[in-house]
């Protein structure tokens, strides 16, 4: 058996930091939206089937906006959450916290993953030259 490669299998490259930062921050945001809907219905701050309503709205927005994240849609669609997570306060306060915290761990996600993603496109292309 004879082989025409050298052998080694050239390394897969890692996937991208950003994507991969950011849809961690979007699926634990879909997590705190059950909690945040228990607040709500027991607070009594709205109608039950209002607060499903917009718990449903912001779980679908921020589980489309984790799918998307490769595309510059997901990260309009999850910085658009992390506004409306913000206005969460003018309903529940406690949300003004909470949101600030995620939309702080939001952009640090997305500056650290992009930067990430650039120093290991310029390693690739410095050991490519």
């Known amino acids: ?12 490259p890692p996937r991208p930091a950003r994507p991969l930062f950011c849809t961690s921050v979007l699926w634990l945001e879909v997590l705190l939206v059950l909690f945040i809907v228990l607040v709500g219905y027991g607070l009594r ?15 679908v927005l921020c589980s489309v906006a ?7 849609t997901g990260l309009v669609l999850g ?8 206005l969460g ?6 949300m003004w916290f909470i949101g600030g915290i995620f939309a702080v761990v939001w952009i640090i996600a997305v500056w650290l993953g992009s930067r990430i993603d650039r120093e290991r496109a310029e390693r690739r292309r410095e050991a490519a030259a």
């Open 1 to 12: 058996m004879t082989s025409s490669s050298s052998g080694a299998a050239a390394p897969k």
């Open 45 to 59: 701050v709205a109608e039950p089937a209002l607060i499903l309503g917009v718990g449903a709205v912001m779980t």
């Open 66 to 72: 984790a799918r998307m994240q490769r595309t510059r």
């Open 79 to 86: 910085s658009i959450a992390q506004v409306l997570f913000l």
């Open 89 to 94: 306060g003018l309903v529940i306060p406690a």
